[in-house]
């Protein structure tokens, strides 16, 4: 048994030894990886639905009126008498407890909650991978002041953060709401991307590449970046649809999007404290919310498969 | 290796004095006067809230009452709230339940997530692997709030009302033991859950691909052994930064599933806290919190030279 | 008199040799098998301090106390009369200087007799602003209160109270620095509690275990955010009802929705407060069990008149936006039925409440409101803005009213959370905020003028819940006025030409009143709550 553990992890290196000085060997494949990805891409279904469906989502966002017949912020667009009416032939998806038809409200809420799902993921993706990149790579003091960095970071509670950003920024509106959210959410990608560098740093292919002569930005771009991305990307693609949750907990504490602009975190949770009498008026944005997040989880998936040089 | 434990632990102290200036000039600058939070919807009297204002030194310049905070930290005291509690007391009442409930959710997110991950990428594209796709769209779709109301309705009353079931207790209760913390252990572990197994699906799913797992299976290795002893480890590195960040995070507190389940731990102090602008029990939570993630990320830190014997600190 | 004060003494000594016996008995059976006796559990929210009466000014510490410890007078449950409770008698000849005589055979909790001293000592201790005591301004009709709570960066001059002199063991006198007809009624008020020697010997102690006269004592110390042990007081007279149950704990919740699932599985026996999930089952769930009668607190929109009068000054505006709002289908829709449309700035519950007094200004009528808003010449930017703590569930209807003010009106209006009711308070006084805002009120004290002089009265602007600065001098002088009145009675019919002046004014729009929502289990029987939404744990019992 405890010859078996100790044996492990050797194999491994010597193999991936192999692999890697193959890689080097062909440094002008490599050299042109992301356009290999985006060839492989447009032949992949996977990515072609993801990609549909996001492009839905982004004329949804962009002209919500094309969708629906009235405006939801016209005076009289919501009449207490319907309220919590089930979904009809007229009205699909029903309306809520203000009576307010779900569905316009859904089309037009689009915009914000994709503003805000996008744009934080966005900024905490490239932040906390750039800076992830430079403690991994780089280690040593570099490492360890960014890393005590993101720990105080991480200490400090979304509430307290969120109150304090918002009392500075004055306005709740998507875009604050993305900088409170991607301010205290980049430290959770910093750590997965450095993990991802360190493990990645030794292997010997990197090495290879160093002793061809590669610049340090060379191989961290076009060496350790594709292979270390994965988890990265996995992790953005369902923190997209959380983000886009989370913007309603914090328009909860009157520091997010607020009323009369709609959004769908907002729409589910304000039908939470009647989701047992009345489940659709939580159910229809939530299941569009679900839409999104697969159209991403496909996406994100079908990148990551593109980018993997093993698969090569 | 040694050395390299000692040097963070040496780190950790302008981290954490830096970490409780920060978050008392936080307090301090956020709007709001916690004399009046106190006080509800009635106004507080303007004499009452002077003599409480004196009492707790909330008039004095910032520097002073950060200085006699820290001077008192050192002295092992972390101060009063202004309802005139003990602060330690009040986070020494709050954090076993914290630690109790976060563990438990811990352990689930791991066990189950690394379990569902690694049979979604055996399984790629077949029935369980799709499960966990929809649980995942699930979970992020339908707020905590919701699936912890219906669970503890279903599991919880309706069990135990229409067939005498006990399973689960309604909301928590120190008599039942680890039974109290398991629906809400659960339903904090259900969003990590989530990302444990798409992590450890992909994770796995790539290092399946590297030539090492390639060259084990040619060499006529298990199935079983190839998967755990090479691939599953490897693959692990992501998912224990996760794990190993989520844990500081669970241990932090939550807010809502704390409220739903009626834990007083350490989320809903801090909460409260919060809204209350009360700077001494934030600062001595936060503090805590900033211990635990230089703790929590030191063991992650140690444990990638374990998974992976090429990663060294020297 | 004296005569009849020593039967009755004899009879409760009888009595609580007897209940002794009994209790000695049943405490060797089987806890629940006792007849009506047994322990319950109840839901509680976290108190926000220390459970010293004269310190406690929210509901959560009251219901708490309001077991421990029995006032001067309570409240009769049904016509909210006060009745005497452990004072024989509240007598004045002129409404400045009163009377207190007390019953025989209270005693605190330790032992020590409830006597004069022990409510002059802890009316002294409430009204010294060095104590900083929330339940001070509970004593500045008093004479003398200047000298102990100066204000602001002021010493105080004297520790006691020059008002209140103790004649005997038996009685004491106050006397009021103006005259106050309504005073009695103030008596039953938790801050006029009397206090035992033990609290101003250890007052750290007795925040988690006080000491009441009350018919609970505590078992056990305060377990901070999970619960308060009480247990049957023995010694309590018999006279005033003995607690028949032998104990309550009230168990501490942070969401009322997990209170009310611990309600329906049997694991706590009541609750005085059901959240908004539960309105549209409650009644089909627990039939009979669900307590539905109205409460004391009133909803109101309120208006910072005095800091953006350019938008808000006119009554006229105030009055037309009152017309716009249909009270009947926010109450029916939004609260189904657990709060009543507001017809009057007095709740119903309370002597001296007239059905419809507001007239139109409280009847829903779109056009006329439409036609008024126009003539006043509207709001500035055509737009108003709805403040509401986001903390209450207040965000539903605070909605409805903003789509129906868009609706009839023609006006934008935007809603704005603030985390918690201080923070608009914050933002008003420091001028960050100047829009409408909501207000709730819940009595101290079932009298008239308990919701008119704390909210819409000069002094309230400093230390009272006037939030929008609003002054009017007839209504100060009608106030003065209905304060001196030789008899209650006349008191009454000046407090109501007061509220006309309100109802002309609209300072704040009522929009609703409450209904109590309690519901309990079918272990116990004889529950109800008063008036306060408070329990009435003293009468409850264990069902069959």
């Known amino acids: 048994m405890s010859d078996t553990i100790t044996k492990g992890p050797e194999a491994p290196s010597d193999d991936n030894g192999a692999k890697g000085a193959a890689k080097a060997q062909k440094p002008e494949r490599v050299a042109s990886l992301w356009s290999d990805a985006l060839r492989d891409l447009r032949r992949n279904p996977v990515f072609i639905i993801g990609a549909v469906l996001v492009f839905c989502l982004l004329v949804i966002s962009a002209v919500p009126q094309l969708f629906t017949d009235g405006s939801p912020f016209e005076g009289g667009a919501c009449d207490l008498a319907n309220s919590l009416q089930r979904p009809s032939a007229e009205h699909w998806f029903g309306f809520d407890v203000q009576g307010c038809d779900i569905y316009t409200r859904t089309v037009w809420g689009a915009r914000n909650s994709v503003t805000v799902g996008v744009l934080t993921t966005l900024t905490v993706t490239v932040v906390g991978s750039l800076l992830g990149l430079l403690a991994g790579w780089k280690g040593g003091i570099v490492d360890s002041i960014l890393s005590r960095f993101t720990e105080i970071f991480f200490s400090i509670p979304l509430l307290l953060g969120g109150m304090l950003i918002m009392s500075m920024l004055g306005t709740g509106n998507a875009y604050t709401v993305s900088l409170v959210m991607a301010v205290l959410g980049w430290p959770q990608i910093f750590r997965i991307m450095r993990a991802s560098v360190l493990a990645n740093k030794n292997n010997d292919y990197v090495m290879a590449a160093r002793a061809l002569g590669a610049g340090s930005g060379r191989i961290t771009f076009r060496h350790i970046l594709p292979n270390a991305i994965a988890p990265v990307i996995v992790v953005a693609a369902i923190s997209l649809g959380v983000y886009i949750g989370a913007e309603a907990a914090l328009s909860y504490l009157g520091i997010g999007v607020q009323p009369p602009q709609i959004s769908w975190g907002l729409m589910i949770s304000d039908a939470q404290p009647r989701f047992l009498n009345a489940p659709h008026v939580l159910l229809f944005p939530a299941a569009v919310l679900s839409v999104t997040v697969l159209a991403f989880i496909m996406l994100g998936d079908a990148v990551r498969d593109a980018l993997d040089p093993k698969l090569r | 290796m040694g050395r390299y434990v000692i040097r963070r632990l040496i780190q950790a102290i302008p981290v954490l004095i830096g970490a409780t200036l920060l978050i008392y000039a936080l307090v301090h600058y956020l709007p709001g006067d916690p004399v009046q939070a106190l006080a509800g919807e009635k106004r507080a009297d303007p004499v009452v809230a002077d003599m409480i204002r004196e009492k707790y030194h909330l008039n004095d310049p910032f520097l002073v009452q950060y200085w006699n905070y820290i001077t008192g930290v050192f002295q092992g005291d972390l101060g009063e709230s202004l309802t005139g509690r003990s602060v330690s007391e009040m986070i020494g009442d709050a954090f076993p339940y914290t630690v109790n409930l976060a563990l438990v959710a811990f352990v689930i997110e791991a066990v189950v997530g690394v379990a569902a991950g690694v049979m979604a990428a055996l399984r790629k594209g077949k029935f369980l692997d799709q499960l966990v796709l929809i649980s995942t769209l699930l979970v992020i779709s339908i707020p905590v709030f919701v699936t912890g109301f219906v669970l503890q309705l279903v599991l919880g009353v309706k069990l135990k009302n229409d067939y005498g079931i006990e399973i689960f207790s309604v909301s928590f209760n120190e008599e039942d033991g680890l039974r109290a913390y398991l629906l809400p252990a659960f339903v904090l572990a259900s969003m990590s859950l989530a990302y444990v197994a798409r992590l450890t699906r992909t994770s796995l799913m790539e290092t399946m691909r590297a030539d090492y797992v390639r060259t084990a299976v040619a060499k006529g290795l298990k199935r079983r052994r190839v998967i755990g002893r090479h691939a599953l480890r490897n693959a692990l590195i992501p998912i224990v930064t996760f794990l190993g960040a989520d844990l500081g995070g669970l241990m932090g507190g939550a807010v809502i599933t704390e409220r739903i389940f009626n834990i007083h731990g350490i989320g809903g102090l801090l909460a409260q806290s919060v809204y209350q602008k009360q700077g001494t029990i934030i600062v001595g939570v936060v503090t805590l919190l900033v211990l635990i993630y230089l703790i929590t990320t030191l063991l992650v830190d140690l444990l990638y030279a374990v998974l992976d014997p090429r990663i060294r600190y020297e | ?544």
């Open chain 3, 1 to 544: 008199m004296r005569g009849a004060t020593q039967t009755k003494w004899i009879v409760a000594a009888t009595a609580i040799a007897l209940a002794a016996t009994a209790c000695s008995t049943s405490s060797k059976s089987d806890d629940k098998a006792a007849s009506g006796g047994g322990s319950i559990a109840v839901q509680l929210g976290e108190p926000q301090h220390g459970l010293v009466p004269q310190n406690t000014a929210e509901s959560e510490g009251a219901e708490v106390l309001n077991a421990l410890f029995a006032g001067l007078v309570e409240y009769d449950n049904k016509t909210n009369e006060p009745k005497l409770r452990v004072a024989e008698s509240i007598e004045s000849p002129d409404s400045k200087v009163w009377t207190i005589k007390l019953k025989d055979g209270y005693t605190f909790h330790n032992g020590e007799k409830v006597t004069a001293q022990s409510f002059v000592d802890a009316w002294n201790w409430g009204a010294n602003q060095e104590n900083a005591a929330e339940g001070l301004p509970f004593f500045a009709k008093i004479d003398g209160s200047a000298d102990l709570a100066p204000g602001k960066d002021k010493k105080p001059t004297a520790d006691k109270l020059k008002g209140l002199q103790v004649v005997d063991d038996k009685t004491f006198t106050v006397t009021l620095t103006n005259p106050f007809s309504q005073f009695k009624t103030m008596l039953g008020y938790n801050a006029f509690y009397p206090l035992p020697k033990a609290f101003f010997q250890d007052q750290k102690s007795f925040e988690d275990a006080p000491i009441g006269n009350g018919p609970f004592q505590m078992d056990g110390k305060w377990e901070h955010n999970k619960q308060i042990k009480v247990k049957r007081f023995d010694n309590f007279p018999a006279a005033d009802g003995k607690a028949k149950l032998q104990g309550v704990t009230f168990k501490i919740y942070d969401n009322l929705d997990t209170a009310y699932n611990d309600l329906r599985a049997d694991n706590i026996q009541a609750t005085d407060k059901l959240p908004i999930s539960a309105m549209g089952t409650v009644k089909g769930e627990f039939g009979d069990r669900y307590i539905y009668k109205p409460e004391s607190g009133v909803g109101y929109i309120g208006f910072p008149i005095s800091t953006n009068p350019a938008a808000y000054g006119k009554p006229e505006i105030r009055k037309a936006i009152s017309m716009a709002i249909d009270r009947e289908s926010i109450t029916k829709t939004i609260f189904s039925g657990t709060r009543v449309p507001a017809d009057d700035f007095i709740n119903p519950l309370i002597p001296g409440y007239r059905k419809g007094a507001m007239g139109d200004a409280a009847k829903y009528d779109p056009a006329k409101a439409k036609q008024l808003f126009d003539t006043a010449g509207g709001v500035p930017n055509n737009t108003i803005e709805l403040g509401y703590n986001a903390d209450g569930g207040h965000k539903e209807w605070i909605e409805a009213v903003a789509n129906q003010l868009k609706k009839n009106l023609g006006v934008e209006v935007t809603t704005k959370p603030f985390e918690k009711f201080g923070k608009i308070l914050d933002a008003l006084g420091e001028k960050q905020y100047s829009g409408a805002f909501r207000m709730a009120w819940s009595m101290d004290y079932p009298s008239i003028e308990n919701y008119e002089r704390p909210i819409f009265s000069k002094v309230a602007i400093e230390n009272g819940s006037n939030y929008g600065g609003y002054v009017n001098e007839q209504f100060e002088t009608l106030l003065d006025q209905a304060d001196q009145a030789k008899s209650p009675e006349e008191g009454l019919k000046l407090y109501q030409q007061a509220d006309d002046v309100l109802i002309q004014d609209l300072p704040y729009i009522p929009v609703y009143t409450y209904m109590s929502s309690a519901a309990y289990s079918k272990k116990i029987k004889n529950f109800d709550t008063d008036a306060q939404g408070r329990m009435n744990l003293d009468e409850v019992e264990l069902a069959g």
